[in-house]
T-cell receptor
Framework: GENVEQHPSTLSVQEGDSAVIKCTYSDSASNYFPWYKQELGKRPQLIIDIRSNVGEKKDQRIAVTLNKTAKHFSLHITETQPEDSAVYFCAETGANNLFFGTGTRLTVIP | GAGVSQSPSNKVTEKGKDVELRCDPISGHTALYWYRQSLGQGLEFLIYFQGNSAPDKSGLPSDRFSAERTGGSVSTLTIQRTQQEDSAVYLC???????????FGSGTRLTVV
């Protein structure tokens, strides 16, 4: 699909708090949902992904949840640290290429 | 190579000139993608190559944009008669033939003056 909405566009949290970023999509055929982190002036890098046969996936302080019925998925970062400050992009696909959300600028305040 | 390589890293060009941007994907990656990222914006899909198949050009914004991939490896994105709205970072990514685990290059920052 080509319609991915991402919220919020900016997010500020205190160090140690949790951050949640949400995305919704419209294509019911979508089956792969990655999240990318882009630090200032650098390339986007894959941090976690989930496929449609799984409802939740966790990797240390990062987790992603997927609700296929509601067509939304979320990124959860716990115990945030200053180095988590970056722009985060969600993406989805049911075909050959990824369609990205508009990004969330996360700022972790020390 | 060890990663996706893009050149040049920065390009300043005059309005109306043509530019060529180059992408050298990771060795063995059969799929190659071009995206455009305008300042503070998301990643806009431009074009996708997979092996010897016809490319998916559905994201190209106008006929001034074209891309080639020679020998299943290096790709060149060409923008003819550049306009100021073409100013952006052009990102290339490659993968093992599926959208799983794209690896991005560092991008080419294009400025049209």
């Amino acid at each position: 699909g080509e319609n991915v909405e991402q919220h919020p566009s900016t997010l500020s949290v205190q160090e140690g708090d949790s951050a949640v970023i949400k995305c919704t999509y419209s294509d019911s055929a979508s089956n792969y949902f990655p999240w990318y982190k882009q630090e200032l002036g650098k390339r986007p890098q894959l941090i976690i992904d989930i496929r449609s046969n799984v409802g939740e996936k966790k990797d240390q302080r990062i987790a992603v949840t997927l609700n296929k019925t509601a067509k939304h998925f979320s990124l959860h970062i716990t115990e945030t640290q200053p180095e988590d400050s970056a722009v985060y992009f969600c993406a989805e696909t049911g075909a050959n290429n990824l369609f990205f959300g508009t990004g969330t600028r996360l700022t972790v305040i020390p | 190579g060890a990663g996706v390589s893009q050149s040049p890293s920065n390009k300043v060009t005059e309005k109306g000139k043509d530019v060529e941007l180059r992408c050298d994907p990771i060795s063995g990656h059969t799929a190659l993608y071009w995206y455009r990222q305008s300042l503070g914006q998301g990643l806009e899909f431009l074009i996708y190559f997979q092996g010897n198949s016809a490319p998916d050009k559905s994201g190209l914004p106008s006929d001034r944009f074209s891309a080639e991939r020679t020998g299943g490896s290096v790709s060149t994105l060409t923008i003819q008669r550049t306009q100021q709205e073409d100013s952006a970072v052009y990102l290339c990514a490659s993968s093992f033939g599926t959208p799983y685990g794209y690896t991005f290059g560092s991008g080419t920052r294009l400025t049209v003056v």
